[in-house]
T-cell receptor, first 113, second 113 residues
């Protein structure tokens, strides 16, 4: 049982390049989330999907887009990367929105130069 | 605007000592308060959680104290061990359709042997 799997684990991009961060969960969870983690800022919500077919903006959505491809997969896309998007990105999932425990992937460390 | 304020930013404790991390919130729509533990290179993992109708919850060496009137809650780690060295995040979940997690800024705990 892999839980939440994120790919890639590390990535270096040049300013203006695009890329997609992939996330998949095998726990049959309905809700999925994308966070970014920056020093001293905690984890900030970028986008979330309460259920398959729905997505909503979180606290810091600018510069990102998401796709809830199916129940298992939730991808995060950077269309034109900027140095301010250098961060560690975490995907998480929950059984239902009402459930308290979120399960996190191991993160993607992204550097934009 | 940080909805959950966490302190201290870093904490150094001797082995066997008590570690105390404090959090405060303003949003009265928060109705579930989990604590997450994160080791370097890993995603956060749920440690312990409390609902606001309970003033204290204990699991092993970890205790959450909750003061609803003051809108404050804290994590106490008794008999702290070097293996407890990690980053700790308090969080809050709001009522609403997606019930997403809002995190504090994190506390880096170091337990000296």
């Amino acid at each position: 049982n892999a839980g939440v799997t994120q790919t890639p684990k590390f990535q270096v991009l040049k300013t203006g390049q695009s890329m997609t961060l992939q996330c998949a969960q095998d726990m049959n969870h309905n809700s999925m989330y994308w966070y970014r983690q920056d020093p001293g800022m905690g984890l900030r919500l970028i986008y979330y999907s309460a259920s398959e077919g729905t997505t909503d903006k979180g606290e810091v959505p600018n510069g990102y887009n998401v796709s809830r491809l199916n129940k298992r997969e939730f991808s995060l896309r950077l269309e034109s990367a900027a140095p301010s998007q250098t961060s560690v990105y975490f995907c998480a999932s929950k059984w239902e929105a009402s459930s308290g425990e979120a399960f996190f992937g191991q993160g993607t460390r992204l550097t934009v130069v | 605007q940080q909805q959950v304020k966490q302190s201290p930013q870093s904490l150094i404790v001797q082995k066997g000592g008590i570690s105390i991390i404090n959090c405060a919130y303003e949003n009265t729509a928060f109705d579930y308060f989990p604590w997450y533990q994160q080791f370097p290179g890993k995603g956060p993992a749920l440690l312990i959680a409390i609902r606001p109708d309970v003033s204290e919850k204990k699991e092993g060496r970890f205790t959450i104290s909750f003061n609803k009137s003051a809108k404050q809650f804290s994590l106490h780690i008794m008999d702290s061990q070097p293996g407890d060295s990690a980053t700790y995040f308090c969080a809050a979940i709001s009522s609403g359709s997606a019930r997403q997690l809002t995190f504090g800024s994190g506390t880096q705990l170091t337990v000296l042997p």
